[in-house]
């Protein structure tokens, strides 16, 4: 039966709106309660025996796959009296049918580059054990998610080869145009099936146009018009191949999805699929079409030529253009209020280029920093650094990682967030802001004596449209300045220090928005002290975060949101970008460098739900699956987890958990995972702690 929606299925999913619905069963987005991301849920509206027992049987075929051009099911339940349910990836973006539709034809490469992304995706599929079979290819059940990553949806009709038997989950379905002669009536079919049906779908997004029916040239009734008559500027190395996919006999197809892969980008004189990048264009922003079936259920059959079904409505550019002139000025007022001088500073520096020389002698204190009396601050012992490092090397510190204090960020006496010290041992709390706006996301300077923030910060976000980087010295708290950049109120978030101190790398939304799709960029750059120039290193079409320095200053990891957020590395001139996590659709997130620099540290968390916990790669092993978890298997797990900072002696993490599932507190554990203790034990949210480097 049909769920209302705004209701909550085992007091987990809220259903937030239908996506599609079919005879046998509906999809709704919804969104996972538990951990705030929107999911796919599935229904089976025929509760029969028999069907019931497909249902199951499909959500136990798809808990098992994990590819990262597939979706993920991450939940199967029963409710007594109301039905079966199958929870998976919501996956954003366009899909196929409606790019078509958009574009008539799409360029050759980007053809190639989905044709040969789907076949890693039916290479996986059909390797398994028992081989899983598709069986409804086509451009509805291909997405484009906005950054460009392909995804073969729709399983609802999956089938299992087990020896000579073949056993199907879900009902037949035939396409008209995209499904092979052998799939209707009770033909055989097999991996050259799907060969076929994708080879239809790449026929179609080239020309624009549905190909004839198999059944209907296998009965002698059409013929396929060869694809350089429909679209003559087409390659014929790259005609041949689609319409070798097409054969009407299986024997004369490729024979299976890697040799139509490895014939597809021959075609494009590609070796393999570029993976520095998104595979293909993004989709725009804003699309005026009507939602469209995520997972699930086959979409609507196309029964005329794609680029004549969908007129797109001109949009008023005037009424966009008076909007943004009236949102720039008041944003343009609103910061001049906010910020002291700030129409002073942009008329001496200017915001034409972000790379011309900067004053060094600008310090623009916060107006809402109150003259209220802080706590004096006793400064940390000394100690020599020969002696620290000997002492250091041959007897840690018990509860802490040497000298100096912890700073992190709370919101414990207000509704805003502050930065707050404490000694190793968690003692003697004391804030060191008072910001109207608040402050957090703080970052030590290499010799301890400096602290970089952000404001405002009103709580943790992903990033912060609007916040601005400052510095302060740590002996005088009055002392703070904003970095001398040229202003740009779309937001600079996520503060490093360099290891020698004369550069701040930091995510930022002013690069702007993509060209075709108008989605904000966050991108990486580096500001250098010595010559101030400040410098855009990650130039691609991506959201880029969570900068952090390795101990020679020679790379930069960070974190890039692909299909997921993976952990990436460069070198500090962002040549030479490359993917550092394994791709194994995790979300990783909060990267820091072990102290030798052998070592990356990360949060990880399962795409399909679960809980964040810690893992580290070694630097020799970048881009293999060869993480491994904090703490190890045998010992006290002590997730939820996130966002560790290494302490002087590098043998101890602090870092923020959540046992009970709400109350944030900072902790630390030797790098193993041993020796948890927990350091604040206020009921207030605190996060982006950070341990002090020894001072000279």
């Not at 991506?542 to 952990?567: C, H, L, M, T």
Request: charged share 20%; net charge negative; proline share 7%.
């Amino acid at each position: 039966m049909m769920n209302k929606l705004g209701s909550i299925l085992r007091d987990r999913y809220r259903l937030e709106k239908i996506l599609g619905q079919g005879g046998m069963s509906s999809v709704y987005q919804a969104t996972d309660e538990n951990i705030g991301v929107p999911v796919a849920v599935k229904e089976n509206l025929v509760l029969t025996e028999d069907y019931s027992r497909q249902f199951q049987r499909e959500a136990s075929i798809l808990a098992t796959l994990r590819h990262p051009n597939l979706p993920r099911v991450s939940d199967y339940f029963f409710l007594q009296g109301q039905g079966q349910y199958l929870v998976m990836d919501f996956i954003e973006g366009e899909d196929l049918r409606e790019r078509i539709e958009r574009l008539e034809q799409l360029p050759e490469r980007e053809v190639i580059l989905i044709g040969a992304a789907i076949c890693d995706a039916l290479m996986y599929l059909h390797q398994r054990q028992p081989a899983v079979i598709h069986r409804d290819i086509k451009p509805g059940n291909i997405k484009i998610t906005p950054e460009g990553h392909v995804v073969l949806v729709d399983f609802g009709l999956v089938k299992l080869m087990e020896g000579n038997q073949q056993t199907t989950t879900g009902a037949r379905a035939m396409t008209p145009g995209y499904s092979p002669p052998e799939q209707y009536g009770t033909g055989h079919t097999d991996e050259r099936s799907d060969v076929y049906s994708l080879g239809a779908t790449l026929y179609a997004a080239l020309t624009g146009l549905i190909p004839e029916d198999g059944l209907s040239r296998l009965t002698g009734k059409a013929k396929l018009t060869p694809i350089r008559k429909k679209r003559s500027n087409i390659s014929e190395k790259l005609a041949f191949v689609i319409e070798k996919a097409l054969e009407i006999d299986p024997h004369k197809r490729y024979q299976s999805a890697l040799d139509f892969r490895l014939a597809l980008l021959d075609s494009g004189n590609m070796a393999t699929i570029p993976k520095e990048a998104g595979l293909v264009s993004p989709p725009p922003i804003n699309r005026d079409s009507k939602p469209v079936i995520q997972t699930g259920i086959s979409q609507p059959v196309i029964s005329v030529p794609i680029s004549m079904s969908v007129q797109q409505p001109k949009k008023n550019r005037l009424w966009v253009l008076l909007i943004l002139i009236v949102l720039f000025s008041l944003s343009a007022t609103y910061w001049q209020i906010r910020f002291n001088g700030v129409s002073n500073m942009i008329a001496s520096i200017g915001l034409t280029s972000l790379s011309g020389p900067l004053p060094t002698s600008i310090k623009e204190p916060l107006p809402e920093i109150t003259n209220t009396p802080k706590a004096t601050i006793p400064k940390p012992t000394q100690i020599a650094a020969t002696e620290a490092s000997t002492a250091i090397a041959q007897n840690p510190t018990p509860i802490g990682g040497g000298e100096g204090y912890i700073v992190f960020a709370s919101n414990r006496n207000d509704s805003v967030m502050q930065l707050w010290m404490m000694q190793t041992d968690g003692s003697k709390e004391q804030p060191i802001t008072n910001l109207t706006d608040g402050a957090c996301q703080p970052a030590w300077s290499p010799d301890g004596t400096k602290l970089a923030f952000i404001s405002p910060c009103s709580g943790k976000k992903d990033f912060y449209e609007g916040a601005r980087i400052f510095t302060m010295t740590f002996d005088d708290l009055d002392s703070i300045e904003p970095l001398p950049i040229s202003v740009d109120p779309s937001g600079d978030f996520d503060p490093a220090w360099s290891p020698d101190g004369t550069k701040i790398a930091f995510a930022s939304l002013r690069s702007g928005n993509a060209s075709g799709t108008k989605e904000k960029l966050i991108h990486i750059y580096i500001y250098d002290y010595t010559d101030n120039l400040l410098e855009e290193i990650t130039l691609d079409r991506w959201k880029d975060k969570q900068p952090v320095w390795s101990p020679d200053g020679k790379y930069i990891a960070f974190v890039r949101k692909v299909a997921s957020n993976e952990i990436w590395w460069t070198d500090i001139t962002g040549q030479n970008p490359s993917r550092f996590s394994s791709p194994n659709n995790q979300y990783n997130n909060f990267p820091t460098w072990s102290g030798d620099g052998k070592i990356l540290f990360y949060t990880q968390q399962n795409t399909e739900g679960g809980i964040p916990y810690f893992v580290g790669k070694r630097i020799d092993d970048a881009g293999l699956p060869l993480e491994f978890r904090i703490p190890p298997s045998g010992q006290a797990d002590f997730s939820p987890a996130a966002d560790s900072n290494i302490s002087p002696d590098g043998q101890w993490f602090v870092f923020e958990r959540w046992p009970d599932g709400t109350n944030h507190d900072i902790y630390i554990a030797t790098i193993n995972g041993a020796n948890l203790t927990q350091l604040t034990t206020n009921d207030s949210y605190d996060f982006d702690a950070v341990w002090q480097p020894k001072t000279k």
